[in-house]
């Protein structure tokens, strides 16, 4: 199985750079994803990562080494609708299952 | 294209009492899946479909049932509700690669 860690939670100012880390620990891994949940919403999707190294997809970015068995979600001029759960998952056993990490809640200032 | 469609999205449940929460999806995806989220625990599952006609248990099953009907449905029963199954309740579906996954609205349960 897959268990994946990451922080409670992150704050950070308007305007600044925030990174949000996962660890994992598995027997056997494909890749991992992230996903953005707002308060009273459901997770949405944002970046996958099945080979070492930076993906970018406009503000966001996430990283991934297969080697330190660790991945981050980098947020770059943070807006206030920003503020929401950040979830890092992985796809586990024979049915590729998406497992979730506990989510850290980023809560953006002003 | 409507996605993944959960119903109802709020109910209130007194102990001991069933129900079943439905979900549908329109993306012709292999896989779906019920979690239950509750605060400070992520999003833990309950049972997945890795194909129409299986079913397998998840981290969470007890006191759950679920039933693939066909490829686009996937519904969860709750068969004597106990409050520590108050929680949200997602459905999700994702292709054969599961790289990415597809969420409902979620349905808020509260048992009392």
């Known amino acids: 199985g897959q268990s994946l860690e990451q922080p409670s939670e992150v704050t950070a100012v308007e305007g600044a750079i925030v990174q949000i880390n996962c660890t994992y620990q598995?027997?056997?891994?494909?890749?991992l994803s992230w996903y953005q949940q707002h308060d009273g919403g459901a997770p949405t999707f944002l970046s996958y990562?099945?080979?070492?190294g930076l993906e970018e997809t406009g503000r966001f970015s996430s990283f991934l080494s297969r080697s330190d068995s660790y991945g981050y979600l980098l947020l770059q001029e943070l807006q206030m609708k920003d503020s929401a759960s950040y979830f890092c998952?992985?796809?586990?056993?024979?049915?590729?299952?998406?497992?979730f990490g506990r989510g850290t809640s980023l809560i953006v200032h002003p | 294209n409507a996605g993944v469609t959960q119903t109802p999205k709020f109910q209130v449940l007194k102990t001991g009492q069933s129900m079943t929460l439905q979900c549908a999806q329109d993306?012709?995806?292999?896989?779906m899946y019920w979690y239950r989220q509750d605060p400070g625990m992520g999003l833990r599952l309950i049972y997945y479909?890795?194909?129409?006609?299986?079913?397998d248990k998840g981290e969470v099953p007890n006191g759950y049932n679920v039933s693939r009907l066909n490829k686009r449905e996937f519904s969860l029963r709750l068969e004597s509700a106990a409050p520590s199954q108050t929680s949200v309740y997602f459905c999700?579906?994702?292709?054969?690669?599961?790289?990415?996954?597809?969420f409902g609205q979620g349905t808020r349960l509260t048992v009392v």
């Open positions: 990562n099945a080979l070492d």
């Open positions: 999700a579906s994702s292709s054969r690669s599961n790289t990415e996954a597809f």
């Open positions: 479909s890795a194909s129409e006609g299986t079913t």
């Open positions: 993306m012709n995806h292999n896989s």
């Open positions: 998952a992985a796809p586990s056993g024979g049915s590729y299952i998406p497992t």
């Open positions: 598995t027997s056997g891994f494909y890749g």
